[in-house]
C-alpha cells in the first residue's frame, strides 16, 4: 500500500522468513533430543487391575530388565557383574530409604526377575516393590490395596 510517496511507507506484508527460520531450528532440535530422551530403560510393564498409584520419583532406586535381560539402574544401563556393586553404593548414599522398586519387561522369564531380586536383596534392599501398569480400564479397588506397596 502506498499513500503517495515512497518516504516512510509502511509495508503491509507479514515477513515469514524469520518465523520459518525459528520454526526449522526447533524441528532440528527436537528431532536430535527426542531418541536421545527414549534412549534407556525401555520394558513393557506387566498390567495389573488392583494397583496403588505412585508417580515416577528419580530419587528412587529403580533395578529396571528390558526383555533382552539387560540391566539399568536408574534408568542407566549397566553391566550385569557391575549391578550388585551400583545398588549397594546407591542404598549406602541412603541408609533411610533401602527400596528397591524393580521394573522388568513382561515378557521376561520369571527366573531373571527372582535373580534381579536376588542382587537386590544382597544389595541391601529392605523393601522391594514390583512395578507394574494399569489394566487399561480397570478401576482401582481402594479397599483391596490398603498397604503401602500392593
Not at 74 to 83: A, C, D, G, H, L
Amino acid at each position: 500500500m502506498q499513500t503517495g510517496s515512497n518516504e516512510g511507507a509502511t509495508m503491509a506484508d507479514i515477513n515469514v522468513t524469520p518465523l520459518v527460520d525459528v520454526m526449522l531450528v526447533l524441528l532440528i532440535i527436537f528431532m536430535i533430543v527426542t531418541p536421545a530422551l527414549l534412549a534407556g530403560f525401555q520394558a513393557t510393564l506387566p498390567t495389573g487391575i488392583n494397583l496403588k498409584e505412585r508417580p515416577d520419583d528419580d530419587k528412587r532406586v529403580t533395578l529396571g530388565i528390558d526383555r533382552l535381560g539387560n540391566y539399568y539402574v536408574n534408568r542407566k544401563p549397566v553391566p550385569p557383574e557391575m549391578v550388585m556393586g551400583i545398588l549397594q553404593a546407591a542404598f549406602n548414599e541412603r541408609p533411610q530409604d533401602k527400596v528397591l522398586f524393580v521394573k522388568a519387561d513382561s515378557q521376561l522369564p520369571y527366573s531373571a526377575v527372582l535373580k534381579a531380586m536376588e542382587i537386590g536383596r544382597d544389595a541391601g534392599a529392605r523393601v522391594m516393590a514390583a512395578v507394574s501398569e494399569r489394566t487399561p480400564g480397570a478401576k482401582s479397588n481402594s479397599k483391596a490395596c490398603q498397604g503401602e506397596f500392593c
